[in-house]
């Protein structure tokens, strides 16, 4: 089970339930990030998996990342700081992740018809993949950053690592098929978790890998 919370005005401590499931979910919010990374901290440590999206440019958010399993970023926020290329955004991001002591993180940072990237950091190993976007007539974009993290945590959490893509690849292309899907529609209705077959319309590959375990 999941549990999603961030999105309100002002948090408490009290707002948030026991860690008794499996999966949270957080989004960064300005004004909230200590009650936010208080409770990210008490969840890792119950042994539940913290994802995190950080889509708001507040520089007071930035720490939060350390807290979480899963960070996902958006294009803003790579822009912010000066990258107008994803996987040069994460390689960063692991290279900065790996000082820090940080030897197990998943991250992912969608950019628009240009596609995505995903990135794991598992001891010394960091390994960025890259996945094109699916080809579909653009309706409606309101919502397709949404759809993308929930389709790449959904994946990721249920532990689908069908085809041959392994877990990261498989979530980046699910990710991305649902993103597209989107897209091509107005509201959200319809949307569905794409199989094997479908995701093959999505190209991926292997942007870097670097390191040893």
């Known amino acids: 089970t999941g549990f999603r919370l961030g999105a309100l005005d002002e948090l408490r401590e009290s707002d948030f339930p026991e860690p008794d499931f499996d999966w949270a979910h957080f989004e960064g919010r300005a004004g909230n990030a200590d009650v936010l990374r208080e409770a990210m901290r008490r969840y890792r440590e119950a042994g539940t998996t913290v994802s995190l999206e950080l889509e708001k440019l507040d520089e007071s958010l930035d720490s939060l990342e350390d ?51 995903a990135c794991a950091v598992e001891g010394l190993t960091i390994l960025i993949l890259r996945a094109g976007a699916l080809k579909t007539d653009v309706v409606d974009t309101v919502g397709a950053g949404d759809s993308f993290n929930g389709a790449f945590v959904a994946a990721l959490a249920s532990g689908d690592d069908g085809g041959n893509d392994g877990a990261l690849g498989r979530a980046l292309r699910v990710a991305s098929h649902v993103a597209g899907q989107k897209v091509g529609r107005v509201g959200f209705a319809g949307l569905r978790y794409p199989s094997v077959a479908d995701c093959s319309e999505i190209w991926l590959e292997v942007a870097a890998q670097c390191g040893s375990k």
């Not at 803003?76 to 820090?100: H, I, M, N, Q, W």
């Not at 940080?102 to 950019?111: G, R, S």
């Open 67 to 117: 807290e979480a399993d899963v960070v996902l970023y958006s294009k803003e926020r790579a822009e912010r700081d000066g990258y107008r290329d994803p996987v040069k955004f994460l390689a960063r991001k692991a290279s900065d992740f790996c000082k820090r002591g940080q030897a197990q993180k998943i991250m992912t940072c969608a950019w628009g018809e240009h596609g995505a990237a």
